[in-house]
């Protein structure tokens, strides 16, 4: 199937541990996003990557470091998890293409991993 | 700087009756606007799309948005509401040419569909 996958869909952790939540597009796409929805279901940007580069890191604690080993995968490596820290994670791609003005192509969002520590 | 006001965190509507669900835009450039729906525990589904070009944008399961730009609103309306309509709906803005432009969610409106 073409998508966005992340895994895993559901973590459960305690405060303080270090944990990854991996996200894979086969849709060609060249920028990949992470994005943070909280528990009034607010989303808000993370970060993104375009051809495995960082072009947006938002106010976000360096407890967070994306990794994108190639245009197709953007990892989240969280460290020293936190109670505040529990949401829904969810990753997104694009076709941002030549210019920046991709947003004909659309965005195309994986199912989300619900992250909650204890 | 792009944002967007969802005018309304909670519509109820009965089945069968119409939907509006509101939404005001800001942004310096001509913006893409879109409509996500987000059904409970499920990830994001888009509905529709504006991006310069018919200001009428019909999206999937009867939904439909209209760009203004002297309103500078996207208003989203379906003629008859159903059961399974009944989801949170996020507003969302996206700026033309720039690099490393990300899309900027509305705080989200929740749609009850009663009986």
């Known amino acids: 199937d073409t998508a966005v996958s992340q895994t895993p869909k559901y973590l459960v952790t305690q405060m303080g541990n270090d944990k990854s939540i991996k996200c894979e597009q086969n849709?060609?796409?060249?920028?990949m996003y992470w994005y943070k929805q909280d528990s009034k279901k607010f989303l808000k940007i993370m970060f993104s990557?375009?051809?495995?580069?960082?072009?947006i890191n938002e106010t976000v604690p360096n407890r967070f470091s994306p990794k994108s080993p190639d245009k197709a995968h953007l990892n989240l490596h969280i460290n020293s998890l936190e109670l505040g820290d529990s949401a829904v994670y969810f990753c997104?791609?694009?076709?941002?293409?030549?210019?920046?003005?991709?947003?004909?192509?659309?965005?195309?969002f994986g199912s989300g991993t619900r992250l909650t520590v204890v | 700087a792009q944002s967007v006001t969802q005018l309304d965190s909670h519509v109820s509507v009965s089945e069968g009756t119409p939907v509006l669900l509101r939404c005001n835009y800001s942004?310096?450039?001509?913006?893409?606007l879109f409509w996500y729906v987000q059904h409970p525990n499920k990830g994001l589904q888009l509905l529709l799309k504006?991006?310069?070009?018919?200001?009428l944008v019909k999206g999937i399961n009867g939904f439909e948005a209209e760009f203004k730009k002297s309103e500078t609103s996207f208003h989203l309306t379906k003629p008859s509401a159903h059961m399974s309509d009944a989801a949170e709906y996020f507003c969302?803005?996206?700026?033309?040419?720039?690099?490393?432009?990300?899309?900027?969610f509305g705080k989200g409106t929740t749609l009850s569909v009663s009986s």
């Open positions: 997104a791609s694009r076709l941002m293409g030549q210019g920046g003005s991709g947003d004909r192509y659309g965005y195309t």
């Open positions: 849709l060609g796409h060249d920028t």
């Open positions: 990557y375009n051809n495995k580069e960082l072009i």
């Open positions: 942004s310096s450039y001509s913006p893409s």
């Open positions: 504006y991006t310069s070009a018919a200001t």
């Open positions: 969302v803005v996206s700026a033309l040419n720039q690099a490393g432009t990300a899309l900027i």
